[in-house]
């Protein structure tokens, strides 16, 4: 008696392993996750939104009186939407500086004193990616609190006060839609002016293994190159301290627009980001984090 033929199975074909696919914006998403899922940065947000709610709580509750204060003030009674623009001269010298030099100071030392850094290089990251990406991240922690505050100041604004057509400082009047794309550009000029200091916190942050040291160096040197700003005796070293421009953005509220001081300001920041974000990368290039 015959056997039956046994069907004998061909060998699998061997299975050819992709190449991983590298992903060049993972990194730099995860970065932002990093930044924006941190308790610190919304309670940083949140204090740079009371700023607006409280100046338009404060003129709306001295209406009729004589406050004293900057001329602009006035303005807010008859135009809610100068709410971000009162605001945005506030905050500039003391809070912008403040929470980008916190984000900033933490961007490497962060990474170090929690000994992250031999891991993110372990994997396929170079350093000069590592740099470029947490430099982006700070950069777009100061384009979110700007915003926080345009957008809370024009809220705020229009709850408290009448809307309509906005005068400038030139004295013509424009629609409300107009001043929007006006303070779409102030937000994009303060974003802009805090380049300088993004990244000599980027580079503060570099030397040391303790983020609070980099964070207080970086507002420290914020305040001092204002103070040294203010003096007249120090006129040849003025146009050359990164907060110079930092209150230039009124040209931006005149008919016609005048980009003068926004082309001078990109000038100003782009040279300081390039020469302490290659010191950055030149300390972080050198540095053991592997040990």
Known sequence: MSQPDTAVAPPAPAVEHEPRRTRPFALL????????????????LGALALVPILIAVAVRLTTGGDSGGPAFLGDITNNGLFVSFTALTVSIPLFLPLTVGVVAGDTVAGEASHGTI???LVAPTGRLRFILVKYAGAVAFCLAATLVIVLVGAAIGAALFPIGP???????????????????????YVTLSMLGLSAIGLFASSLTNVPVGAMASTVVLAGASQVLDQLPQLDWLHPFLFSHQWLGFGDLLRDPIAFD???????LQLGYVAVFGTLAYGRFATKDVLS
């Open 261 to 267: 001081s926004f082309g001078s300001n990109a000038l």
């Open 166 to 188: 906005v005068t400038l400082l030139s004295g013509t009047q424009v629609d409300g839609w107009s001043y929007a794309g006006r303070a779409l550009l102030l937000a994009l």
């Open 118 to 120: 031999r891991y993110l």
């Open 29 to 44: 998403g995860s970065e932002l996750a990093l930044v924006f899922r941190r308790r610190r940065t919304w309670a940083m």
